[in-house]
Every structure is written in structure tokens, then in C-alpha cells.
């Protein structure tokens, strides 16, 4: 059995003083010992034996002794400094703190835009190792950053029976998914925790190739409502609208909407009943753009819901021009492993300008449109509008508290 840390100190130090005494020839002799009993490495050894107790004079008043018992930590000079954190934790923070696989890709992207418009400033050294930092290790620099948070709402979405025999059921096979215009369709309720009464509603509409959302806020989820934000969304998408998916609510399974496709030629599908995996899509917007944003409040006023519109005009520019999306290519079960492979993260309006099935003007427009933003503004106009949000919701919570502490008259 060999011997503990402190007995291998303790004879490093009855040792060193005989073996610093004798000849050369002695002190070969002193070492094997010294490497058996100890099970050292013989340089290692040597090293031990010769400077254990040495003096040596920095100055007249300073004098380092050598000691075998302490241990000094090895200083490594850090190549990710303080400078490159500190960009890299402001980069983070305009890009919604998401994670580094997607962060690293769009880093040369959005870091000359960010130092054309002066929200940035970088050294050469620093910014040439933002633009080489891996994902692995922007995750690593910010974890102490990172602060996780699930939050879970309430579906309000009611079982539509009307037409249900007549809109098929969506199966991935029948979609042409490679090419834009595929869309699933949700709608997001802002009741937050009571259902009672009327309180707005979020249009979620998502491309299933590009990973294009656009939303946008209704008074409340009428088909009518609903019918003429979808309307308005279609104006807006930067390709042709071919094919709508979406649950099995009545503000979707409805007269309405279902002649409007035919007269359209958009195929309409829905997914399977309480199978919310049909609609995966739009259902991971729902949360990393819409509840994101806006949280789980209740809206229920005017101002509410011109301020959620407004706040999701720059939202769509944000999360559309800025924000990387990683799409499964691949999913394999091995046993009871299942191992998923996914692309490079490319910002949905990367996505649209490398498809073919997107025209030429549109895609000049798009990158018009992309040279004038500006991510750290849109990111500042986002939150100025959540804070109003917030202190409406806050107003309306104490307004509500007074109401029911006032003591009624005697």
C-alpha cells in the first residue's frame, strides 16, 4: 500500500535535508530510495529534493523559502479575457439570450451591424475571437448568466365539429416541405389564469420550412377576428401562402375560412384531436416568440391590445431577420435512445433567400429591408413596449386589490 500525501510531505522533508548534504555519487544512492518509498517520478523527485528548504534572496528583506508541503496553483493566462466576455455578453443580451448554437453562427453576421450602428466597440484581438468563439464555449463563458425559466398556461382551444369530416387530416406526407408557403396556425390566449370573460388572443402563424412567425393580436378568438388577422398576415409574408394547418378549434374549423381556401386554392388541413405534437411548429413559437415576449398576463383592454400589435411589428422583424432556428434533419431510435441530428441555426430570413421557390424582387426587398435594421434598436422598442405592458397589467392588479379591501359603509 503506498503512502498518503501527508507521509510522501514528511519524508520530502527528512530526506531533502541529507540528500542537499552529500556528494554526487551519495545522492544518486538518496534518490532511488527516495522514488521507491515515494513512487515520484525521478525528475520530479530530484526537484523536490533539491529546492526543499532553499533560500533565496529577492531582497534584503524578502527571502522565499522552498517547501515541498504547499502547493502553488499554475496561473493560465485565459485567452477568452474580460473584454471578450463582456461583448459577448452584450451580444447575448440583444440577441434574447438564446444559446450558443445558435448564438455562434449569427455572430458574424450581426457584429458588423452592430458596430455600423455604434452599439458596439471593439479592439482587432477581441472582435477576431468573437468571430472564431464555438458554441461550446459561449455556453461554458455564460452559464452563470443563464437563468432558466418554464412557465406553463392554459389552452383555451374548444373542439370544432363543423366541417370536420371535410378538412382532411394533415399527415407530413402530403405537404411539400421543402419549399415555403406551408403554414400551421395557433391561436395563444392572454387570460392570465382567469377565463372568465373577454381577453385577447395571439394569431401565431408559422412557416414550417423557413421558420417564419408572424403574429398579431386579437380583442378576442371570434372567427371573425381571427378570419381577418389571417388575412392581414397573409399580406405580409415574403412568399405565396399554399397551405394552412391547424388544431381543431372553431375559430379555425369554420364556413369562413374553409370557403376562403377553396376560393384561394390553399390546401387546408388540421392536425389529430388532443395531439399537440401535430402541430409542433407553431406550438415552440408560441412559446419562444409569443409567451417570450409577452408573458402570461391577462389583456383585456383596448390599449392592451394596441400595444401587443405594436410591440409584435417589431417582433416580426426581430425574430424573423435576427433570431437563428435549427430544424431536425434526422431522428434515430437505437433501443430506448433516440438520438436527433439537427442543421446549421440560419435566421428564418436566411432560410427564405436560399430557397428557389422564392423570387428574385422578393429577395431584394428582403435584403433592403434588412440593411436598414438595427437588432439592438428593435431589441430596446420590444422592451419599452413589455415595460408598458407590465405597468398596465400592475395598475389593473392594485386597482383591483383597493377595490376588494375598501370596507363598505356602515
Known amino acids: 500500500m503506498g503512502l498518503t500525501a501527508k507521509e510522501r510531505i514528511s519524508a520530502t522533508k527528512v530526506t531533502a535535508v541529507r540528500y542537499q548534504k552529500e556528494t554526487k555519487k551519495q545522492k544518486g544512492i538518496i534518490l532511488e530510495e527516495f522514488t521507491a518509498l515515494t513512487g515520484y517520478d525521478r525528475s520530479y523527485a530530484t526537484y ?19 517547501d515541498a508541503g504547499k502547493k502553488t496553483k499554475r496561473q493560465i493566462q485565459r485567452f477568452y479575457d474580460q473584454k471578450v466576455f463582456t461583448a459577448l455578453k452584450d451580444i447575448w443580451f440583444i440577441m434574447d439570450c438564446i444559446c450558443g448554437k445558435r448564438l455562434a453562427p449569427i455572430i458574424k453576421e450581426v457584429l458588423p451591424i452592430l458596430q455600423k450602428h455604434k452599439e458596439i466597440t471593439l479592439d482587432p484581438a477581441t472582435q ?27 389552452s383555451h382551444t374548444k373542439p370544432g365539429t363543423l366541417l370536420k369530416h371535410q378538412i382532411p387530416i394533415r ?24 377565463s372568465h370573460g373577454e381577453f385577447a388572443h395571439t394569431l401565431d402563424v408559422t412557416d414550417v420550412c423557413t421558420g417564419w412567425t408572424e403574429t398579431q393580436a386579437v380583442k378576442n378568438k371570434a372567427q371573425c377576428w381571427v378570419f381577418e388577422a389571417l388575412k392581414d398576415i397573409r399580406d405580409r409574408l415574403p412568399f405565396d401562402l399554399l397551405g394552412i394547418d391547424s388544431d381543431n378549434g372553431s375559430e379555425f374549423i369554420n364556413n369562413e375560412l374553409y370557403r376562403y381556401c377553396i376560393q384561394e386554392k390553399i390546401t387546408f388541413t388540421r392536425a389529430r384531436s ?85 423570387s428574385e424582387d422578393t429577395k431584394k426587398w428582403l435584403k433592403r429591408e434588412f440593411a436598414k435594421l438595427n437588432p439592438a434598436e428593435l431589441k430596446r422598442r420590444i422592451s419599452k413596449l413589455q415595460n408598458k405592458l407590465l405597468n398596465i397589467a400592475a395598475a389593473k392588479r392594485n386597482k383591483k386589490t383597493a377595490g376588494k379591501n375598501k370596507k363598505p359603509l356602515e
Open 48 to 66: 523536490l529534493l533539491r529546492t526543499h528548504g532553499k533560500k533565496i534572496y529577492v531582497s534584503n528583506k524578502l527571502v522565499i523559502v522552498g
Open 128 to 154: 477576431s475571437k468573437l468571430l472564431s468563439i464555438s458554441s461550446a464555449t459561449i455556453d461554458r463563458l455564460l452559464k452563470a448568466e443563464r437563468k432558466k425559466q418554464s412557465l406553463k398556461g392554459l
Open 171 to 194: 399527415t407530413f406526407s402530403e405537404w411539400n416541405e421543402q419549399r415555403p408557403g406551408f403554414v400551421e396556425i395557433d391561436l395563444v390566449g392572454h387570460d392570465g389564469g382567469d
Open 274 to 358: 388532443s395531439r399537440k405534437n401535430d402541430n409542433c411548429y407553431v406550438e415552440q413559437k408560441n412559446y419562444s416568440v409569443v409567451r417570450r415576449a409577452v408573458g402570461y398576463l391577462r389583456y383585456d383592454t383596448p390599449e392592451e391590445l394596441r400595444l401587443l400589435n405594436e410591440l409584435y411589428g417589431y417582433l416580426r422583424l426581430y425574430s424573423n431577420f435576427f433570431q437563428p432556428v435549427m430544424k431536425l434533419i434526422e431522428k434515430k431510435r437505437i433501443g430506448s435512445k433516440v438520438t436527433k441530428k439537427y442543421d446549421k441555426a440560419q435566421t428564418p430570413y436566411r432560410r427564405v433567400l436560399a430557397s428557389l421557390n422564392v
